[in-house]
């Protein structure tokens, strides 16, 4: 089933591809909110069960889409998603997991593949799914299924708020959700740089959760490029990689924590760091991709 899904997919970058677009879309977000201390939340599943996920084959959508001709495998120096939401702020929730994959991911793949320039509501989606109270954190996949499942619906459709977060969705949210679902999901292989980058380069962002340690408050001596682990470790952290760039040899990174935090909203992870296992100094603990009809 999820195979067929993710076929009905590969019809859906004709859409993308064939549309010329004279600019990217900018999509309304949040309003933006300074704070001295960022949350996060972040919940990982164990390896095991990461491991029995569905894992995306890049080659495969790069030829459903590009064909075989040896230009179709060159990948640009540099590439950015289109379709991308002003940088949000999650404020006091550990809601990031929401923020990365409805605001961020879903956002984008809305944008990009059915032209729709509404951001998604993060609230929709951490308020179902948040392990306890508003500070608890939540996993990725809970996110990615509910989004399958339900789908999500707009910002404006269900506003943000820090301050509350046992509200659910009414009827007339679930209604609006339901139309804006992904087809499906996998697992990306992060030691693959060039898989990760012929994904973005198909306009699809990358959901990644890290483990988060002090290393954070020496960005700015890196040009906010993460390159290694250092000091005590802070949490876990969703965000969404969406873009590369080989003159800096780094992934770029849209964050939740405001445009006012690194550069404008974002950093960079080093490639090398990025492959990096867990288990030898890595942070990158899950990569997923989601697919939209």
């Given at each position: 089933m999820r195979n067929l899904k993710i076929a009905t997919f590969i019809l859906g970058l004709v859409f993308l591809f064939s549309c010329e677009k004279e600019e990217d879309i900018i999509v309304q977000g949040p309003q933006q909110e300074n704070q001295k201390n960022h949350a996060m939340g972040a919940l990982f599943v164990d390896d095991a069960t990461y491991q029995s996920f569905d894992k995306v084959d890049a080659d495969a959508l790069v030829l459903k889409y590009k064909g075989k001709n040896a230009s179709a495998k060159l990948l640009p120096s540099s590439f950015f998603v289109s379709g991308q939401p002003t940088v949000g702020n999650q404020g006091n929730e550990g809601s990031c997991?929401?923020?990365?994959?409805?605001?961020?991911?879903?956002?984008?793949?809305?944008?990009?593949?059915?032209?729709?320039?509404q951001s998604r509501s993060p609230e929709y989606v951490y308020n179902q799914i948040k392990q306890g109270s508003c500070s608890s954190g939540s996993y990725i996949t809970d996110a990615l299924d509910l989004i399958e499942n339900q789908g999500v619906c707009s910002f404006s459709e269900m506003p943000y708020t820090d301050t509350e977060c046992s509200t659910q969705p009414n009827s007339y949210q679930k209604n609006a959700a339901s139309t804006h679902k992904f087809i499906s999901w996998a697992t990306v292989n992060k030691s693959k740089i060039d898989d990760v980058k012929k994904l973005l380069s198909l306009n699809l962002p990358i959901i990644i959760g890290i483990t988060v340690d002090q290393e954070f408050n020496n960005l700015q001596n890196t040009g906010w490029i993460l390159k290694k682990r250092s000091g005590s470790v802070l949490g876990g952290h969703a965000i969404c990689v969406v873009g590369y760039d080989d003159a800096k040899?780094?992934?770029?990174?849209?964050?939740?924590?405001?445009?006012?935090?690194?550069?404008?909203?974002y950093f960079w992870i080093d490639y090398t760091f990025f492959k990096k296992s867990v288990y030898f100094g890595g942070v990158v603990e899950e990569a997923y991709v989601a697919y939209v009809q």
């Open positions: 997991v929401a923020w990365a994959t409805a605001y961020a991911g879903a956002s984008i793949l809305e944008s990009n593949f059915k032209g729709i320039t040899q780094a992934f770029k990174v849209q964050n939740s924590w405001g445009t006012s935090w690194a550069d404008n909203g």
